[in-house]
């Protein structure tokens, strides 16, 4: 992490009140990561924080797009990030980040890396299942388009062949309404 020391907050020495951090992410932020998920990414990160007389808050904001493959088609696309991470810092005896809001640090920091929070704020803004928008609204030809098309006709043919029902049942059906009757 001896690389990422442009994401240190040295908070000793700085006035009470509000400062503003802003830093471009872009592939070798997540190089540092060991995270190749994204084949190209444009970010951009302000910090907003806050330092008040026994507490830090810091509100991160991500606005850009990482370059992900659609999960249906294999296409590459550009995902919109905007995402919110809002952090409580305080102190204590010793380091505790276990609640995810808060980060306790020890009463002798003078300094910490905000990287990890905004490595995980851009990664968890991705959705779970990406879809090129161009699958959602119908604008995109592509060949692995075009099969699964192909493949979903074959099976609403299908469908509609095992819906229609043999006549000599019926038949039997009515029998038993007839009954009820």
């Not at 503003?20 to 995270?35: A, K």
């Not at 098309?149 to 509609?160: A, G």
Request: aromatic share 12%.
């Amino acid at each position: 992490m001896k690389d990422l020391r442009e994401f240190n907050i040295q908070f000793v020495g700085l006035k009470e009140g509000n400062h503003l951090y802003t830093y471009d992410i872009d592939n070798t932020f997540f190089s540092y990561f060991d995270y190749d998920e994204f084949k190209s990414s444009s970010i951009q990160v302000s910090l907003d924080f806050v330092k008040k007389s026994t507490l830090l808050e810091l509100t991160f904001n991500a606005k850009g797009y990482v370059e992900v493959p659609c999960d249906t088609t294999g296409e590459l696309y550009n995902q919109e990030i905007d995402a919110v991470l809002p952090l409580i810092v305080n102190f204590g005896i010793e380091f505790n980040d276990d609640n995810e809001e808060i980060l306790i640090l020890p009463h002798e920091a003078y300094e910490f890396n905000v990287a990890q929070y905004i490595y995980e704020m851009i990664v968890l803004a991705v959705p779970l299942k990406r879809i090129h928008p161009g699958v959602l609204d119908g604008s995109l030809e592509s060949a692995t388009l075009s099969k699964l098309k192909e493949l979903d006709s074959n099976r609403v043919e299908k469908t509609v062949e095992e819906t229609e029902t043999d006549p000599r049942w019926d038949k039997l059906k009515n029998l038993i309404t007839e009954k009820k009757t």
